[in-house]
């Protein structure tokens, strides 16, 4: 949070490398001419005149700034590689799936364990979020149809139906996409067609659009929830605190709260859009529904990129000492995104004239003597440390794969027969 940019753009992708000198690199599109692309990097001095700290360079002069090993080295080929190949696209969704890949080509271990999990809990959100949608236009048909059932209905429900009773979920399933088929006016095949490729679209933000309160359907799903908590834990540490640790908190929370708060807006704009009949009556409506989702899908991503190591940081001091709390806190006060042009609307809402940005620029000054590089590459080290315990994979909600994978068949064939 070292300078204000104006636009999520501008402000960059997080890349995430693992070399101490760029572990906060940002990449965007850049304003020298000649250049496609160009790596910030945070270069915090502390300085009070200093208007930005950050260390701009273009992206082919990053091996020569500094020695990239191993898969450093393999992530920023494919990001040169990938950077022609899309014209110049760049957006966080499209840097995960690149760090995924080369950790799954390249990785140790550890790192091709952690990409085939991620790859297989993405299969798994997209089939839940196949079940989110569909119970999600129950709760919409609920009152038309005057059903009580379908007002509460939900994916466990259908999960739980398949396991207990296979001919109620049939028709479950039928009753409600009889209610969408005739809003919409369009055939079964249609409607499977179309949430099929709407649900593989939706999968990273199911749980936010779909109204899931359990956040666990989808990674930016999870990233949210994730962020949520790092607000909650804060205020739990900070208290009724007065001095700057307090403040700092405060200014956090403010902050974070504001991105948070404009997921929850756009997440909103998609459930509407999703739920509008007018978007499945022909192939070009719902192209303009995907698009619509694609582009809010985008602002999402942008907004919660960087927030995830934070709350992973702060999570590994919680049982920690208060001075490692307290310089974490001071940390994440000179780190966290700031708020671009996207978010200040929403940041003005929850600020009511404190100023954020002056509050918190006169507290890094003050906090910068005790916040220093040791405490950072030990919080690092311990998020690694984190990172490599050996994990099950699981999907959205502990259910069970196999079932998850039956209630899928099962409902597509449902939805087919009349």
């Known amino acids: 949070m070292r300078v204000r940019f104006s636009s999520f753009q501008d402000r960059g992708v997080y890349v995430g490398f693992r070399g101490r000198a760029i572990l906060l690199a940002r990449l965007r599109s850049s304003r020298m001419e000649g250049q496609r692309f160009e790596i910030l990097i945070p270069n915090w001095t502390g300085s009070k005149e200093a ?203 403010l902050n974070a709260s504001a991105f948070a708060a404009y997921v929850d807006e756009k997440a909103a704009t998609i459930r509407a859009a999703v739920l509008d009949e007018r978007a499945y009556l022909s192939d070009d409506s719902h192209v303009a529904l995907r698009k619509n989702i694609g582009d809010e899908r985008i602002r999402i991503s942008f907004a919660l990129d960087g927030w995830a190591d934070h709350a992973e940081r702060w999570m590994t001091v919680m049982a920690e000492d208060t001075q490692a709390k307290d310089q974490a806190i001071a940390a994440m006060l000179r780190d966290m995104p700031n708020p671009t042009r996207e978010i200040e609307g929403t940041l003005q809402a929850l600020d009511r004239g404190r100023g954020l940005m002056s509050l918190r620029n006169a507290l890094v000054r003050e906090m910068h003597s005790w916040s220093d590089d040791q405490l950072d590459a030990e919080l690092a080290e311990r998020v690694r440390r984190g990172r490599e315990k050996p994990r099950a994979a699981k999907p959205a909600g502990d259910v069970d794969p196999s079932k998850l994978a039956k209630a899928d068949l099962a409902i597509h064939k449902a939805l087919r027969e009349r």
């Open 51 to 253: 208007s930005t700290n950050d260390l701009v360079m273009p992206l082919e002069s990053l091996p020569t700034w500094t020695s990239l090993k191993d898969r450093d080295s393999r992530l920023y080929n494919r990001i040169m590689e990938t950077r022609l190949a899309e014209g110049g696209h760049l957006d966080p969704i499209l840097m995960r799936d690149i760090r995924l890949t080369v950790d799954m080509e390249f990785g140790d271990a550890f790192e091709r364990a952690t990409a085939k999990e991620e790859y297989e809990i993405a299969r798994m959100d997209e089939q839940r979020a196949y079940l989110e949608i569909l119970a999600m236009f129950g709760r919409r048909y609920a009152k038309a149809l005057g059903s009580k059932e379908l007002a509460h209905v939900s994916a466990r429900v259908l999960l739980k139906l398949m396991e207990e009773d296979g001919a109620e979920l049939v028709r479950l399933v039928r009753t409600i996409s009889g209610a969408v088929v005739k809003g919409a006016g369009i055939s079964r095949d249609e409607l499977t067609e179309r949430l099929d490729r709407l649900s593989a679209f939706a999968a990273p933000i199911c749980s936010l659009v779909t109204e899931d309160s359990s956040r666990a359907i989808g990674y930016l799903s999870r990233q949210q929830a994730m962020l949520e908590k790092l607000v909650e834990r804060l205020r739990d540490y900070a208290g009724a605190r007065e001095d700057e640790v307090g403040d700092a908190v405060r200014v956090i929370d």
